[in-house]
């Protein structure tokens, strides 16, 4: 049984994949091999913070950090070696031109992946991503709809956004078996 009813808005698409990520967080954390209920009550209780503005999910401070010092790889596929900076939600969709959206690529990822939406992308791939990649996806599109006011839309009034909000309603998030950390 799914932890949370359907998504109908933007705010409530963009909180349950932050809380599903959450959940997946946790639980590798602690070395389970499947989701409890405490894992579901965690996840509810992030996804409500978030709702009511207890939790913010929009700041990229603390993921940059992290990513001081470590040794670059795709963000997509792991593979080390030659890579481009990729804009991780295309420019040809209206995608951010600065350093929150540029993510390091190897190059068949990036021209694979084109102008294409990462969650449009990835279906197509039947690869679950890295939680890092969509915490980032999710903080951008989160950032783009508050600035923009549009929170609130209607999921199915998102069609002209960016990114692809139904196919991240879609994503099979119990698939998400390698997140990294949470912040
Ligand atoms: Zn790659």
Redo the contacts with the bound molecule.
């Keep these: 049984m799914p932890i949370f009813k359907a998504p109908t808005s933007t705010r409530e698409v963009l909180a349950q994949g932050y809380a599903y990520i959450y959940r997946a967080a946790v639980a590798r954390k602690q070395g389970a091999e499947k989701f409890t209920r405490t894992h579901h009550i965690l996840a509810r209780r992030f996804y409500n913070d978030v709702m009511a503005g207890r939790k913010r999910i929009d700041s990229l401070f603390r993921m940059e950090r992290a990513r001081l010092g470590q040794e670059l790889k795709?963000s997509?596929?792991g593979?080390k070696g030659r890579l481009s900076m990729d804009h991780l939600i295309p420019r040809f969709r209206g995608g951010p031109d600065d350093g929150s959206n540029l993510v390091p690529?190897?190059r068949?990822?990036n021209s694979s992946k084109g102008s294409r939406d990462l969650m449009a992308w990835l279906a197509i791939r039947r690869e679950a991503p890295s939680d890092a990649v969509l915490q980032r996806y999710i903080k951008l599109a989160w950032r783009w709809c508050d600035r923009q006011g549009r929170l609130d839309d209607r999921l199915e009034d998102s069609e002209d956004m960016p990114f692809d909000l139904v196919a991240l309603a879609n994503f099979p998030w119990r698939s998400l078996k390698n997140p990294d950390r949470i912040d």
Aim: hydrophobic fraction near 10%.
């Design positions: 795709c997509y596929c593979q690529a190897c068949p990822c």
